[in-house]
Each structure stands twice: as structure tokens, then as C-alpha cells.
């Protein structure tokens, strides 16, 4: 079957989908995310049109996940680089897949005003690439660890697998001693679910260490010329 004639077939599939959710209180990117997951295709997001010019040639295709109570999607944050008078480029911030975890504020309602963010490193990444059926992890993030502030706000994501081995559940708790908030996520995802992960953490896994930089271009031509480096457009963890 052409990618044309199923395109037609999933349109009514779409439409429907279009008429049934509600938008009220929601960003409409939600709502094309949600789309994205029931169909099966993935679509640019909609920002304003001051973002315009720092989106151009951008891509963004989040995997999301919504289930009851919240929903979870996950995405690479490729890192960054700088170019020194040398000419040598050397790495300046890591990259990450992060988590973006919003309640649900009703039947098929989220609320993304109200998002919490979770950047896992690439060791993190691999912990839960690494995990069997009956496994579980958990990691443990604080923006001022060491100093005198450290406690004030701690972030705790967990994934448990579940007791008959059908999925995970994946978890996540925001403490804001500051704001005097407790924010907590649970979101089930189911063994395929999992698997979509997995599988998109692995392929992404080099490209957030910055490694296809090396793989994918000649040796000798690293440093002499390097690869234009654009900032991307992107929410970091911790300014949430």
C-alpha cells in the first residue's frame, strides 16, 4: 500500500479525532500530539509567528504517551557546541532526551500550563535501556546539589514494571520547597509503549553524546571545517 493511499485512509480516522477532543484550556500543540499518537504519524508543532525565524529548519517529533491521570512524551535535546580560535570545536553542554510529564485535568484534557520537565543523561538513558521485565530504576535530580540550597527542590523519576509484566509505570515527583508545591505524575505505559522507547533512546543515545559528529564525517575534517552550530530552541529542566 502507497504512503498516499494510507494517508487517505487515516484522514476520517484524524477528523474524528478532531471533532471528539476538546480544546478548551488546551495549546493546540496538545492536541496534535495526541493525534500523533493514536495515528501513528508524527507533524511539526504550532508556535507564534516571533518563533518563526528561530524554528526555521527545525524538527520536532516527540514520541507521547497519554493515558487517564497524565501524559508523557520524550524527545532528544542534541548538544552544543563551540568553536575555538583554534578551530577546534569541543563540546559545551551535553545533550538529553527529555521528559515532559503534564496532568490531566479532565476527559481527555491536559493541562500543559502546568508541565514538569526531566532531562536523563546519557548514563540514565542507559539504565533504562538496560532494564528486563521485572526491573526498575530510579534517579534523583538536584539543580543545587552541594551548595547551601541543596533540598529546595528535588525532582525523583522512577519506572517500575508492573506486578503481571504488561508494562511499566512511570513516575514522576517534583518537590518545591520554595513555592510550596509537591507535584507527582504516574503514567502507565504498556510493554510496546516501553519498547518505542527503548528503541528511540538507543538510536538517539550517540547523537546526545555528540558522537555521530565523529562517525558520520571524516576524520581530518572535524576540525578543519566543523558543522554550523545553532542553538536549538528548547526548554531546559530546570527553568520550570
Given at each position: ?144 546539589m552541594q551548595s547551601s540550597n541543596a533540598g529546595q527542590v528535588r525532582k525523583s523519576l522512577s519506572i517500575k514494571s508492573n506486578a503481571d509484566g504488561t508494562g511499566y509505570f512511570v513516575s514522576l515527583s517534583v518537590v518545591n520547597n ?63
Amino acid at each position: 500500500m502507497t504512503m498516499s493511499k494510507l494517508t487517505r485512509l487515516l484522514h476520517p480516522r484524524n477528523q474524528l479525532l478532531l471533532n471528539k477532543l476538546p480544546v478548551e484550556g488546551v495549546k493546540d500543540s496538545i492536541w496534535q500530539h495526541a493525534i500523533n499518537t493514536f495515528a501513528g504519524f508524527s507533524s511539526v508543532r504550532q508556535y507564534g509567528a516571533a518563533d518563526a525565524g528561530k524554528l526555521a529548519g527545525r524538527v520536532f517529533a516527540p514520541y507521547s504517551v497519554f493515558k487517564g491521570k497524565a501524559a508523557l512524551s520524550a524527545e532528544p535535546r542534541l548538544p552544543t557546541f563551540n568553536k575555538m580560535d583554534s578551530g577546534v570545536v569541543k563540546l559545551n553542554r551535553r545533550g538529553v532526551i527529555m521528559l515532559t510529564f503534564w496532568p490531566s485535568i479532565g476527559e481527555r484534557k491536559y493541562d500543559w500550563e502546568k508541565r514538569q520537565l526531566f532531562a536523563l543523561s546519557a548514563t540514565e538513558v542507559g539504565s533504562l535501556i538496560s532494564m528486563g521485565t521485572k526491573d526498575s530504576c530510579e534517579f534523583f535530580h538536584d539543580p543545587s546539589m552541594q551548595s547551601s540550597n541543596a533540598g529546595q527542590v528535588r525532582k525523583s523519576l522512577s519506572i517500575k514494571s508492573n506486578a503481571d509484566g504488561t508494562g511499566y509505570f512511570v513516575s514522576l515527583s517534583v518537590v518545591n520547597n520554595n513555592l510550596k508545591t509537591n507535584d507527582r505524575f504516574t503514567v502507565p505505559v504498556t510493554t510496546a509503549e516501553f519498547a518505542v522507547m527503548r528503541t528511540a533512546f538507543s538510536f538517539a543515545l550517540p547523537h546526545i553524546m555528540g558522537w555521530d559528529r565523529f562517525t558520520n564525517r571524516p576524520s581530518e575534517c572535524i576540525s578543519q571545517s566543523p558543522a554550523k552550530v545553532v542553538p536549538q530552541l528548547t526548554e531546559v529542566e530546570w527553568c520550570r
